[in-house]
Each structure stands twice: as C-alpha cells, then as structure tokens.
C-alpha cells in the first residue's frame, strides 16, 4: 500500500516535476494507483501537452517562410499579424497540422495615413516551447539545406515567403503595361537564400538595393521579377493572398 501524504504527493509532482510514472516507479506501484492517490487527494494535474512534428514537411515548409517574413518567434510562442484573414487561417491551418494548437483572434489598430484611420487585423498565435528552440537552433543554411531537399518543400516555403514578404503589380515602360512581381526584405542573406530556391525552381529573380531616403532606416532589399514569367511564377506558388487579377 502506498504510504504518502497529500504534502509528499504534491511535493513529488508539482515541485520536483516528476511525472505519475516516475512516482510510481520510485515507490514500486502501479501509475495506476498515483492516480488514485492524486484524486483523492485532490491534486489538480498538469495539463497533457502534445509534441509538435518537428519532422521535414509541407507545413514545416511553409511555416518557415512565413517565420522569415512577417513572422515573430518569442521563447514561447509563434506570432502573425496579418490584415489578410485567409493568410491568417491558411497559417493556423500549418501550425494546427504540426500540432502547435494555434488561436486567431480579430484586433483593431489605429495608424496615421492621412488622419487617424481604424484597420482590423488578425492574430495567428501558436504556442510551444519545443518548437520555438528547435527554430532558434535552426541557421540560415540549415533551413535552406532542409527546403531545397525536394521541390514540394521549395514551392511550400516560398509560398509562405511570398505572401509575407511580397507585392504585386503593374508597371508601364514605354506605353507598355506589364506584370511586377516585388518580394522586400532587409536581411541581405535571406533574400539571396530565396533567390537561389527560386532559381532552383527555374525562375532567375533580380536582386537590387532599393533606395531608402531615411538616414535612420534599415537598408532594404528587393526580388524582382517581371512579365510573363512572373506569371507563371505566381501560377506555380499558388499564394493565398497577393494574387493581383492574374489567376
């Protein structure tokens, strides 16, 4: 019979953070019977967290891009703030496949454009401290070697990548309007990394400094690509948002 007060039982499990199985292991009984003794004693439990699938996928693909562009990784927790709700689901969706559990919830902002304007945005929020070490573990050329392990993972990522990170438009260039596809960021090495999957893809982007007039703004970088092939590249991705009038 097990000889353990409601104090050692609750010093066991909540203190010294051991699980019912190492407890009964430790006193030669069943987890059945800690269980018993946690019920009766009215021992609130830890709630059961599930790990994430950290193994290489489309989704892990995809969040990873979105994590690179308009996402934000604390020691706990994965963030979006998006404007776009179906960008926002299409998010939960990845991280609700690897198991992250994720929440959306709608917030308003106030933002000064031309007088004060009120915008809605949604909040893509997943939380797992696994996930998030495993991340920070993660270099540029580790995630770059992982995506580029086969064509489904490149599509997936820049895919994610793209509806952060991206715009697209029209352009006129002696009386001729053609397509113009931008992907903006200021970290130098990441859009070369992304350029490199592109061409990996068969679409050679041009990557330009674009000019910033602020002196105390970050220098910004450009992918560009233009035309028919920029069609075809936005055929091939498939964004859910960003998508202009061309598909």
């Known amino acids: ?12 499990y909540w203190n010294r953070n051991l699980s019912t199985y190492k407890i009964a292991k430790k006193y030669g009984v069943h ?9 009766k004693f ?29 996402g934000y990784v604390s020691a706990y927790h994965v963030r979006l703030n998006t ?30 454009r031309e007088g ?3 915008t809605n945005y949604f909040c893509t929020c997943g939380c797992s401290k696994m996930f998030c070490d495993w991340l920070r573990t993660l270099s540029l050329s580790e995630i770059e070697k992982k995506v580029s392990s086969k064509k489904e993972y490149i599509i997936a990522f820049i895919r994610g ?12 260039k002696n009386e001729q309007k053609y397509l113009r596809l931008l992907i903006f960021n200021t970290n130098k090495k990441l859009l070369e990394m ?9 679409y050679h982007f041009g990557l330009w400094e674009k000019r910033v007039y602020h002196p105390k703004r970050k220098r ?28």
Not at 87 to 110: G, T
Not at 228 to 244: D, H, M, T, W, Y
């Open 220 to 247: 910004q970088y450009v992918l560009g690509k233009y035309g028919k092939r920029a069609f075809l590249f936005l055929k091939q991705i498939n964004p859910c948002v960003k998508r202009g009038i061309v598909l």
């Open 83 to 112: 404007s776009e709700k179906v960008f926002a689901e299409s998010f939960a969706m990845a991280l609700r496949n690897i198991r992250l559990n994720p929440s959306i919830k709608l917030y308003l902002r106030h933002e000064k």
């Open 161 to 172: 990548f793209y509806e952060s990170e991206g715009c697209i438009g029209y352009a006129t």
């Open 194 to 202: 992304v350029r490199r999957l592109c061409n990996d893809l068969g």
């Open 1 to 12: 019979m097990l000889s353990l007060t409601r104090e050692e039982l609750l010093d066991l």
């Open 31 to 39: 987890h059945h019977a800690i269980q018993y003794w946690m019920n």
């Open 116 to 118: 004060w304007k009120e």
């Open 42 to 70: 009215s021992i609130p439990q830890r709630a059961k967290v599930k790990k994430p699938n950290l193994k290489m996928s489309l989704d892990i693909a995809y969040i990873l891009g979105v994590l690179l562009g308009d």
